[in-house]
Each structure stands twice: as structure tokens, then as C-alpha cells.
């Protein structure tokens, strides 16, 4: 019902920015809360931030609050996630995600994926 497509990726150096696209198609994204997660290798994946169907709350973890910044623009059924002060510890690859419910940290909340898009930071 829904496909996620991740762009935006790539290597950039600690304190430069990015910005991650998250375009959706099957459906309308205004039904679902998005989230965006990340997994580097050998590790757990985790949650970066989310934003609810209309966009009125959002959700960040702890280490990339004020440097992060999630978004979304219904009407081109598309999430953003604006990255800056990047650091090396934000290398990873980084997944969109669809729930239809609340906007959790959980993943376990969230039934579609895309493929993800890798992020290096450089020092």
C-alpha cells in the first residue's frame, strides 16, 4: 500500500549538513506518522526522530536534538529529515518509516520501510 524511497545520502564532512527525502507513493503520507531511524554496522537500529500525519508534533533522540531537524510537506508526499553539525557518530544507514498510529520511538510501530540511504561522516 505505501513504497518509501530514500534519497539524499552521501559523505560529507563533521559540521557540514545534509538533507534526507523520504518519498512516498501508494498512498497519501497525511495518514501516517513518519519516522526516520538509522543503523550503523554491527549495531542496533535506532530511532532518530518522527512527525505525526499532520505534522503538529515531533520527536527527536537525545544526540541529535537542535542539530536535526524533521519535516513534512503532505502535498508532495515527502518526509525531510535537515541534518547539521553533522558528527561521526551520525554515520549510518538511515530508513524512513510509515505507522499508522502514533509517532513512537518504537519501530516495532511501524509497518513500512524503505531501503534506506547511507550517511559518512567524515572527521
Known amino acids: 500500500q505505501v513504497q518509501l524511497v530514500e534519497s539524499g545520502g552521501g559523505l560529507v564532512q563533521a559540521g557540514g549538513s545534509l538533507s534526507l527525502s523520504c518519498a512516498a507513493s501508494?498512498?497519501?503520507?497525511?495518514?501516517?506518522?513518519m519516522g526516520w531511524f538509522r543503523q550503523a554496522p554491527g549495531k542496533e537500529r535506532e530511532f532518530v526522530a518522527s512527525i505525526t500525519g499532520t505534522g503538529t508534533n515531533t520527536y527527536y533522540r537525545g544526540s541529535v536534538k537542535g542539530r536535526f531537524t524533521i519535516s513534512r510537506d503532505n502535498a508532495k508526499n515527502t518526509v525531510y529529515l535537515q541534518m547539521n553539525v553533522l558528527e561521526p557518530e551520525d554515520t549510518a544507514v538511515y530508513y524512513c518509516?510509515?505507522?499508522?498510529?502514533?509517532?513512537?520511538?518504537?519501530?516495532?510501530?511501524?509497518?513500512?520501510w524503505g531501503q534506506g540511504t547511507q550517511v559518512t561522516v567524515s572527521s
Open positions: 501508494g498512498r497519501t503520507l497525511s495518514n501516517y506518522a
Open positions: 518509516a510509515a505507522a499508522r498510529g502514533r509517532a513512537t520511538t518504537n519501530e516495532n510501530n511501524y509497518e513500512y
